[in-house]
């Protein structure tokens, strides 16, 4: 499973790309806002940190001027995939980008039927917004069930990208489900990462191993260096 990070923050792109744990990069138009910095130097940035797909919206609704700007985004690095969105237009968009080899996130999907017809289009990534469905409705785990199932009866290749993962249970949910990717916020990596029961576990070990005399704890671990 592909784990991609959900942020347009450097910082956090280059602390998560340094423990290992990251294949790509998402953004959207609201994440870049955030950073309150130039866009454009921020997308330099990333591709620099992370060697895989950097994932980067259009901001356009109407389906010749996407197209400009996937042509534009396309043209940025070899590593960028073009969001666009579950619309209308954007359907018209992914339909002449996919011809033109343009990689495509297909993004805000909400339903089993936008992802097939993405898949049909030739999108690369489809990202259902699992936990946005959820505070709606409910079915976020159930759709990326249904998307990877639809997906492996024909045979797409389009990749299952679990998206708004706003708990680690999701991510758990989606990796059950078969998702190819999920891309997951720094603070839910964190959570993932971090188990107070591990540590826990640890502080008791190591509370019981102060116990032994200086000399033989000493002996363990003679002459090693970092
Ligand atoms: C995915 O590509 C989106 O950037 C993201 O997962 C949206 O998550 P949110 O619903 O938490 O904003």
């Not at 280059?14 to 294949?23: C, F, N, Q, W």
């Not at 409910?138 to 990877?148: F, K, N, Q, R, S």
Request: proline share 4%; net charge negative; glycine share 6%.
């Amino acid at each position: 499973m592909k784990i991609f990070i959900d942020t347009a923050n450097v910082d956090e792109i280059t602390k998560y790309a340094d423990l290992g744990i990251i294949d790509g990069v998402t953004t959207n138009p609201a994440l870049m806002a955030t950073e309150q910095r130039t866009a454009i130097d921020i997308i330099h940035e990333i591709v620099k940190i992370v060697d895989g797909p950097i994932s980067v919206e259009v901001v356009s609704t109407e389906a010749g001027r996407m197209v400009a700007e996937a042509r534009h985004l396309d043209s940025l690095h070899e590593n960028i995939v073009v969001k666009l969105p579950a619309i209308p237009a954007g359907f018209e968009a992914l339909n002449v980008v996919v011809r033109e080899g343009i990689k495509v996130n297909f993004t805000m999907i909400y339903t089993a039927n936008q992802a097939l017809l993405a898949a049909k289009l030739g999108a690369t990534y489809v990202s259902p917004f699992v936990g946005r469905l959820d505070v709606t409705s409910t079915g976020g785990a159930e759709l990326i069930e249904e998307i990877v199932t639809i997906f492996d009866n024909y045979g797409f290749e389009t990749q299952v990208l679990a998206a708004s993962m706003r708990n680690s249970i999701y991510v758990k949910y989606a990796a059950l489900a078969g998702a190819h990717a999920a891309t997951i916020p720094p603070a839910v990596l964190e959570a993932m990462i971090d188990s107070e029961m591990s540590r826990m576990s640890l502080d008791g070990f190591l509370e019981v191993w102060e116990t032994l005399p200086e000399e033989s704890k000493a002996s363990l671990f003679d002459g090693v260096e970092e």
